[in-house]
């Protein structure tokens, strides 16, 4: 029964922490409009806000973490022209890798259970959004939106609701 209270405690304190890291983010974008170019955050505050929530329970979000962290500065340091656009690629899949290989270690250590599928389902999604990138087949303000404080401010907050109900549901 204490070990019971104790998730539920830590899943609660986790499903807080991303409403609060969710709400301060769209305050950050609707109070504050950084030029995307200059400061292209949101990928990156997203993974970092996911990482931030993982601490306080290391179960949940920790192989989300793993990638979005390392992807988002991949994408931080592209568009903020620090890495040359014939270089972001390998730069996406060597951000991927590491992603991947935290995750590997955190399965061994017990966080991650055996076969988890947030992973592919991460690195899925951002070759499907680079294959529309790519195409043209996202709407015009699709890339300013990622790269603003709205991806993480939705993001955090919409994961803090469903994690949320998770625990009071259990």
Request: charged share 5%; hydrophobic share 55%; proline share 6%.
């Amino acid at each position: 029964m204490a070990t019971n209270v104790s998730t539920r405690t830590r899943n609660l304190r986790q499903a807080y922490a991303l409403l609060l890291l969710g709400a301060v983010c769209l305050l950050l974008a609707w109070l504050w409009h950084p030029a995307t170019g200059t400061y292209p955050l949101g990928v990156l505050v997203l993974g970092l806000g996911m990482s931030i929530a993982t601490l306080l329970n290391p179960h949940r979000l920790a192989a989300a973490s793993c990638l979005l962290a390392p992807l988002g500065l991949a994408v931080f340091l592209f568009f903020n022209h620090t890495i040359p656009g014939n270089q972001v690629f390998p730069a996406y899949i060597i951000a991927l890798g590491l992603g991947l290989l935290a995750c590997a270690l955190l399965a061994r250590h017990g966080y991650i259970g055996q076969g988890p599928v947030t992973p592919g389902l991460i690195v899925l999604g951002v070759g499907v959004v680079e294959y529309l990138l790519i195409g043209n087949y996202l709407p015009h303000n699709f890339v300013p939106f990622m790269l603003s404080f709205w991806l993480p401010g939705i993001g955090l907050l919409l994961l803090g609701m469903l994690y949320l109900v998770a625990s009071l549901k259990a």
